[in-house]
């Protein structure tokens, strides 16, 4: 698997990967209506450094990671993370998150928080708390999800 920053020769790919995960409405806290271009637009705003997983020529993974805050808080990354449904259980999102610790460190951060896990996302709980975050904040009820309802939010952080 390679992991690579991306093009604009991706952005097609990034939006197969994100689109349907948007328009699920199960994990991201977005509007499930947002076009392509709105999408792809918040995964590369400014700020955002963005990344591809690639096994044998396709992208079957994206991430971004951004600083969480600017000033005071401009030491803490934030990340967002997409598998290509077919493509989960294969150890990309891992992959991709051990990379993103290494681009983060690199770029000068000092951890790293995620401030809306979807706490219903169980295998996404469990690959941060296998990676090392803590739980340090839970929101009840903070996301509405299509098909459960009112779900907590998590908040998760770790050092790099």
């Known amino acids: 698997m ?64 951004r600083a969480n805050h600017a000033g005071g808080g401009g030491h803490v990354a934030n990340c967002g993370y997409a598998t290509q449904a077919q493509a989960t259980g294969r150890g990309i999102a891992r992959t991709m998150a051990l990379h993103s610790f290494d681009h983060a460190r690199a770029a000068g951060f000092r951890a790293m928080q995620f401030n809306f896990v979807v706490a219903s996302n169980v295998r996404a709980v469990w690959l941060w708390l296998s990676l090392g975050f803590e739980q340090v904040g839970r929101l009840p009820g903070a996301f509405e999800h299509p098909s459960l309802g009112e779900v907590d939010a998590l908040v998760l952080y770790r050092s790099l």
Do not use: H, K
Not at 19 to 26: D, K, S, Y
Not at 42 to 48: E, I, K, L, T, V
């Open 2 to 65: 390679l992991i690579r920053a991306a093009t604009a020769a991706d952005r097609a790919a990034i939006a197969e990967i994100i689109v349907p995960i948007i328009r699920a409405g199960e994990s991201y806290a977005l509007d499930r209506a947002m076009t392509a271009e709105q999408a792809l637009a918040y995964w590369f705003a400014p700020g955002n450094s963005v990344f591809v997983a690639e096994v044998e020529g396709r992208v079957l993974g994206s991430y971004y990671c």
